[in-house]
T-cell receptor, first 112, second 110 residues
């Protein structure tokens, strides 16, 4: 069985500060891991994904995430927050690429 | 724009009714996924179709059903609607690992 835990349903950062959104997963097999962003009244947009290979994954809009198997984590980071980063962020896991399990989401607020 | 289209954008109906939500995947994508997003349940995977056949099933109620047609578009049928079925329903498609989401259909059951 797979599951995702996103620590912190709300995160606030100042513009220009580091963004760190936490995601821990549970999976009985090597997982596929994803981060999605959802802006108000829109669908989810894929930010980045880990399938195999390099554990540091770079995505769109300056975001990156690192797969740490020993910690069962896939935290999302961005060195410098921008006002346009304010949105809901979802971490997801899949063991097969067919069935996906999403976390409950983290709402990111960027303070000017 | 993800390339995935969903209709209608909004749907308002009454309890006990039946509705059909439609999804057209990105060109060339064979897989279609349906999700329900509500405030109390979060984003829940409902069902996946691959090239017309059911591939995976999640938390889909028996009152709900889906199908994927030869042209690869998909429909999600919701029947005997209850107030608790009010939610955003998303469709996603993929050709590889990772999904592209449509803009969603907001269903309101009164």
């Amino acid at each position: 069985a797979q599951s995702v835990t996103q620590l912190g349903s709300h995160v606030s950062v100042s513009e220009g500060a580091l963004v760190l959104l936490r995601c821990n997963y549970s999976s009985s097999v090597p997982p596929y891991l994803f981060w999605y962003v959802q802006y108000p009244n829109q669908g989810l947009q894929l930010l980045l994904k880990y399938t195999t290979g390099a554990t540091l994954v770079k995505g769109i809009n300056g975001f990156e995430a690192e797969f740490k198997k020993s910690e069962t984590s896939f935290h999302l980071t961005k060195p410098s927050a921008h006002m346009s980063d304010a949105a809901e962020y979802f971490c997801a896991v899949s063991a097969t690429g067919n069935q996906f399990y999403f976390g409950t989401g983290t709402s990111l607020t960027v303070i000017p | 724009d993800s390339g995935v289209t969903q209709t209608p954008k909004h749907l308002i109906t009454a309890t006990g009714q039946r509705v059909t939500l439609r999804c057209s995947p990105r060109s060339g994508d064979l897989s279609v996924y349906w999700y329900q997003q509500s405030l109390d349940q979060g984003l829940q995977f409902l069902i996946q179709y691959y090239n017309g056949e059911e591939r995976a099933k999640g938390n889909i109620l028996e009152r709900f059903s889906a199908q994927q047609f030869p042209d690869l578009h998909s429909e999600l049928n919701l029947s005997s609607l209850e107030l608790g079925d009010s939610a955003l329903y998303f469709c996603a498609s993929s050709a590889d690992v990772g999904q592209f989401f449509g803009p969603g259909t907001r269903l309101t059951v009164l």
